[in-house]
C-alpha cells in the first residue's frame, strides 16, 4: 500500500529555563492511503504534539517524517506553509470559522492562498460543499448555521484543496452525540471514497468509527491495532 506519511523515531523536547519536557520518545508510524486512524491518549501523553508534527506545524527534535514522499526535515517555514497548503486538510475542535463570511467563501480560503482564479474557486468550494451535503447553504452566514453545520463547512474547506490527507483534531468534542455521529457518518463516507483521514480523539465511542486505534502513553505508542468491529455511523444516525 502508498504511504502518505511515514514518521521514523520522532523526538519531540521542549525546554524552558531549567525545565526539559520530553513529549515525544522515539515515535514511529506509517500511514497508507485510505487508512482513518484514531491518535488516542489522556492529556499529556504526547497525542497533541504529534498530530502537531504530522501537520507541519511544528518540527520534530529529531527523527524523520515523510508526507507524500517527501522529507520535510530541515525545511523553511515557507516550504513547510505549502506543505500544508498542498498536502493537508485542517478540521479543529472549534471550526475555525470566519463568522460573517458565507460558508462557500470560508471553504474558498485555502484556494486564495493557492492563487486560484475566482470563478475555479467557487465551483470547487461548492463541490466541497455538495460532498458534506450542503450544498444549499452555500450563502449562509456560518455563524447563522448550527454547530453540526458549521463542522461541515470545516471539512468542506479540508477537502477543497483535494489534500493527501485530512487531520482532524477532536472534530466532535464541541457536538452533542447525535450530531457527532452525523459528522463521524460523513467521515466514514470521505473515507470510503479513498480519503485518508487522522483524527485526534479522546473518546473511544468515536474512535470506534474509525479503522486504527493508535494509542499514545508517556510520548510513546502504546498500542495500534484495527478495529475490529466498525461502527457504522450512517446506520447509527438512522436509529438515533
Same mark, same amino acid.
Given at each position: 500500500?502508498?504511504?502518505?506519511?511515514?514518521?521514523?523515531?520522532?523526538?519531540?523536547?521542549?525546554?524552558?529555563? %531549567?525545565?526539559?519536557? *520530553? !513529549? =515525544?520518545?522515539? +515515535?514511529? &508510524?506509517?500511514?497508507?492511503? @485510505?487508512? $482513518?486512524?484514531?491518535?488516542?491518549?489522556?492529556?499529556?501523553?504526547?497525542?497533541?504534539?504529534?498530530?502537531?508534527?504530522?501537520?507541519?506545524?511544528?518540527?520534530?527534535?529529531?527523527?524523520?517524517?515523510?508526507?507524500?514522499?517527501?522529507?520535510?526535515?530541515?525545511?523553511?517555514?515557507?516550504?513547510?506553509?505549502?506543505?500544508?497548503?498542498?498536502?493537508?486538510?485542517?478540521?479543529?475542535?472549534?471550526?475555525?470559522?470566519?463568522?460573517?463570511?458565507?460558508?462557500?467563501?470560508?471553504?474558498?480560503?485555502?484556494?486564495?492562498?493557492?492563487?486560484?482564479?475566482?470563478?475555479?474557486?467557487? %465551483?470547487?468550494?461548492? *463541490? !466541497? =460543499?455538495?460532498? +458534506?451535503? &450542503?450544498?444549499?447553504?452555500? @450563502?449562509? $452566514?456560518?455563524?447563522?448555521?448550527?454547530?453540526?453545520?458549521?463542522?461541515?463547512?470545516?471539512?468542506?474547506?479540508?477537502?477543497?484543496?483535494?489534500?493527501?490527507?485530512?487531520?482532524?483534531?477532536?472534530?466532535?468534542?464541541?457536538?452533542?452525540?447525535?450530531?457527532?455521529?452525523?459528522?463521524?457518518?460523513?467521515?466514514?463516507?470521505?473515507?470510503?471514497?479513498?480519503?485518508?483521514?487522522?483524527?485526534?480523539?479522546?473518546?473511544?465511542?468515536?474512535?470506534?468509527?474509525?479503522?486504527?486505534?493508535?494509542?499514545?502513553?508517556?510520548?510513546?505508542?502504546?498500542?495500534?491495532?484495527?478495529?475490529?468491529?466498525?461502527?457504522? !455511523?450512517?446506520?447509527?444516525?438512522?436509529?438515533?
Amino acid at each position: 500500500m502508498e504511504e502518505v506519511v511515514r514518521a521514523i523515531d520522532i523526538t519531540k523536547i521542549y525546554s524552558t529555563g %531549567e525545565q526539559r519536557v *520530553e !513529549a =515525544l520518545k522515539g +515515535v514511529s &508510524l506509517s500511514v497508507t492511503r @485510505g487508512d $482513518f486512524v484514531a491518535i488516542m491518549g489522556a492529556s499529556g501523553s504526547g497525542k497533541s504534539t504529534f498530530m502537531n508534527i504530522l501537520g507541519c506545524l511544528d518540527v520534530p527534535s529529531s527523527g524523520d517524517y515523510w508526507i507524500e514522499g517527501e522529507n520535510v526535515k530541515g525545511m523553511s517555514r515557507n516550504d513547510l506553509a505549502e506543505i500544508r497548503n498542498r498536502n493537508i486538510g485542517f478540521v479543529f475542535q472549534g471550526f475555525n470559522l470566519l463568522a460573517r463570511t458565507s460558508a462557500v467563501e470560508n471553504v474558498e480560503l485555502p484556494l486564495i492562498y493557492g492563487r486560484i482564479p475566482a470563478a475555479a474557486r467557487r %465551483e470547487r468550494a461548492l *463541490e !466541497a =460543499l455538495s460532498l +458534506v451535503g &450542503l450544498a444549499d447553504r452555500a @450563502g449562509h $452566514f456560518s455563524s447563522r448555521l448550527s454547530g453540526g453545520q458549521q463542522q461541515r463547512v470545516a471539512i468542506a474547506r479540508a477537502l477543497v484543496n483535494e489534500p493527501a490527507m485530512v487531520l482532524a483534531d477532536e472534530p466532535t468534542g464541541n457536538l452533542d452525540s447525535a450530531t457527532s455521529v452525523e459528522i463521524m457518518a460523513i467521515f466514514q463516507k470521505l473515507n470510503r471514497q479513498g480519503i485518508t483521514v487522522i483524527m485526534v480523539t479522546h473518546e473511544p465511542d468515536i474512535a470506534a468509527f474509525t479503522k486504527r486505534n493508535v494509542i499514545f502513553r508517556d510520548g510513546r505508542i502504546l498500542s495500534d491495532s484495527p478495529v475490529k468491529n466498525q461502527v457504522d !455511523a450512517e446506520q447509527m444516525r438512522r436509529s438515533l
